[in-house]
């Protein structure tokens, strides 16, 4: 077999096929370039236009800057010299380096407001309290509302608003305590002493006397008012009553109250003696003194069980007024006299402190009564209308006018009565019934006028006071007084511890009327 014709394999021919170079498959092929391109110039873009804007930020804040003054520390010697406006309040503590006179009238300026800075030992609210009681929500300001004393009315006195329990808007469970007898509880007490005149002496002379009184108690709590007029144990328990009543002291358990259960006594014997139509009996002299002291014991202690027989006692003085607007010795519709109308009178403001319905009539009558009494030439005040004015007769209508229709110290008719009949009266003469009256009078008036009056009573009355080591320690002796043969030991006694306990035993006037604020940590203690 021949090899030399054979001829060798070729190898394979690999042939590669291009496809088209179409504009679609370039554009393909470049997408993701162009796409990274676009977005990385779009960056810088954004981050070259925001360094700009911030750079002709910083040239605008240079160039405000040039043109505003350099600020240079003030030294204390240039604080000093800057002037302040009207509307800045100094911030002085001390109100001896402030030359600004806040005082309503030139004449009254006092240091502080009664009742002042409290005493931070004492007690916390109302003394003999009933601290377990639920709380009483603050009724609404006098004159607003159409519940309770009846709807507004317009009084005279300085603005438009009334005195604590005056008409209008106190419900008659609702009780106005922080405007009424705070000012006897162990918060205020001690400060409203000291500022309004009382001292170690007098205070030390109301002690003696309580202790008098409880040596005079009966066992059933009675106190009995002997006189050539015989016996008026009605009259007698109410004086006997108030004295504590003043002072603070309630039927409440207290460990500061020694005198709790002789003060139960007493108001469970006029509760008793008390009849359906609210009349605890006797006179109206008797009447209004028992309504007085029971609205006090019921506004102090704020207790439930007195309620009824305090709202009883001011709706049978209501019921008999007189159309004229008095009262007399009975209790009937008989026009009245100053004597008894000022008891009747003072009943009712008692039971506005409270916080019991007072109807609006009832104030308005007793207004037109007083007028009808005034002696608009001397502005004193007669036992019945169209008889002569009397210091004694004086110093009663004052004081109701001061009550009921927030007569301030501003009033011309105030000013010249007292003048005329106070200030030339004086407490020299014995007269407990006047020492009384005039007392709270000028108490509420207040000034320089206040000042002298309480020094020369406070004296004669500490001066006169039994200090023996007798029965009668701590009592005054009737025989010189002209209503020693009716009152005795037990009235003159009574009334003239009331006198000494007037510092306390209601806020001047003045000072709530001309709207001055109290303490805040008064109004602490006695927040309920």
Known sequence: ?????????????????????????????????????????????????????????????????????????????????????????????????????????????????????VIPDAAVGILNGDKTAPPVSIAAPGGFGSGGQGGAIEVSGPGNSMAIGEIGGYGPRGVPLQGSFFGRSGATREYALRNGGGTDASEAAVAKGLKWLIRQQMTDGRWSLSGNEGSNDIAGTALGLLPFLAAGKTHKPAKDNAYDKNI??????????????????????????????????????????????????VNLIVNVQHEGGGWRYSPSKT????????????????????????????????????NACQDKTTQGYGYIAGSGSTPRMTAVGLLCRQYMENWGPSRPEMIKAINTYIKTTGPIPQDVYFYYYATQVMHHFGG??????????????????????????????????PFGRTGGRLMLTSLNLLTLEVYYRYLPLYYRDAGYKMDKAVQNAIAP
Not at 89 to 114: H, L, M, Y
Not at 475 to 481: G, V, Y
């Open 1 to 117: 077999m021949s090899t030399g014709n054979s001829k060798p394999k070729q190898a394979p021919v690999i042939v590669l096929k291009e496809e088209p170079n179409t504009f679609r498959r370039y554009m393909m092929l470049m997408l993701p370039s162009l796409f990274g391109s676009v977005v990385f110039h779009a960056v810088l873009v954004a981050a070259f236009i925001g360094y700009v804007m911030m750079q002709s930020d910083v040239k605008a804040v240079d160039k405000q800057a040039q043109k505003e003054e350099p600020i240079v520390a003030q030294t204390p010697e240039e604080e000093r010299k800057e002037t302040f406006s009207v509307t800045d309040i100094d911030p002085s503590p001390d109100p001896q380096e402030r030359d600004t006179n806040i005082n309503f009238e030139g004449d009254r300026i006092a240091e502080v407001s009664v009742p002042g800075t």
């Open 264 to 313: 139960d006594k007493a108001l469970k014997f006029l509760v008793r003696q008390q009849k359906p139509n609210g009349f605890f009996g006797g006179t109206m002299y008797s009447h209004g003194l028992a309504a007085i002291a029971m609205c006090e014991a019921y506004g102090l202690s704020q207790d439930p069980s007195l309620y009824k027989s305090a709202q009883m006692g």
């Open 335 to 370: 026009a009245g006299d100053m004597s008894v109308a000022g008891w009747q009178i003072m009943a009712i403001k008692s039971g506005q402190m409270a916080g019991l319905d007072v109807p609006t009539l009832a104030v308005t009558r007793s207004k037109n009564f007083l």
């Open 448 to 481: 320089e006028a206040w000042k002298d009056w309480n020094e020369k009573m406070r004296e004669m009355l500490v001066k006169k006071q039994d200090n023996t080591s007798g029965a009668n320690q701590g009592s005054w002796a009737p025989e010189a007084d």
